[in-house]
């Protein structure tokens, strides 16, 4: 099984938190993620493009496959830092 995801990439939980909640009240996911994620993926809008279980690290990939498509993530923090997933496919 294999997911496809975007991400925003923080150093903080209240930078997620307040980042999700923009979200949720229909800010674009694409543009807040080239604004402010620290991933080089930003560049494409958070797009992780598709990957399998054991690519990506256990926290984040136990969130990614536990998300229905369209689903955002609440924050998942890794060693690196916090993450909000989108689940686009």
């Not at 800010?27 to 494409?44: G, T, W, Y």
């Not at 689903?71 to 909000?84: A, E, K, M, R």
Request: hydrophobic share 40%.
């Amino acid at each position: 099984m294999q997911v496809r995801a975007k991400h925003i990439l923080v150093e903080s939980l209240n930078d997620a938190l307040t980042l999700r909640q923009k979200i949720v009240m229909g800010e674009d996911f694409s543009a807040l993620a080239q604004m402010h994620s620290k991933c080089p993926s930003r560049q494409n809008g958070g797009d992780l493009g598709f990957f399998t279980k054991g690519q990506m690290v256990k926290p984040f990939e136990e969130s990614a496959f536990g998300l229905n498509i369209g689903d955002i993530s609440n924050p998942v923090q890794t060693q690196f830092g916090y993450h909000l997933i989108l689940r686009t496919a």
